[in-house]
């Protein structure tokens, strides 16, 4: 099982930024395409950006040209860079597999953006 660990959030004001990260406890990112999803209260969690083992993004219409997935295999840590951050990018986001989730989740880190 592995265990992912999201930090990195915080209170900004809209149009600041933030950079998120994901840590897991082994070495799987090397091999595997990894994303980050967000839930906003009393919505669905949605995907917010896909990485692949090979580097290759993928961003919904939403936040493209605003965040940036990167990883660091090394490291087993992949990364969110959120600029130009709106009010509805408020949610807790979430590190995992991509596109299908693994079933069990981290405890995410709270994005809040401020009006």
């Known amino acids: 099982q592995v265990q992912l660990v999201e930090s990195g959030g915080g209170l900004v004001q ?21 994303g980050w999803y967000r839930q906003a209260p009393g919505k669905q969690r949605e995907l917010v950006a896909g990485i ?14 605003r965040f940036t997935i990167s990883r660091d295999n090394a490291k087993n840590t992949i990364y969110l860079q959120m600029n130009s951050l ?25 994005v809040t953006v401020s009006s």
């Open 52 to 65: 692949t083992s090979g580097g290759s993004t993928n961003y919904p219409d939403s936040v493209k040209g």
């Open 14 to 34: 809209a149009g600041g930024s933030l950079r998120l990260s994901c840590g897991a406890s082994r070495s799987v990112f090397s091999f595997i395409a990894m």
């Open 86 to 110: 709106k009010p509805e990018d408020t949610a807790v986001y979430y590190c995992n597999k991509f596109p299908v989730p693994w079933g069990s989740w981290g405890q995410g880190t709270q």
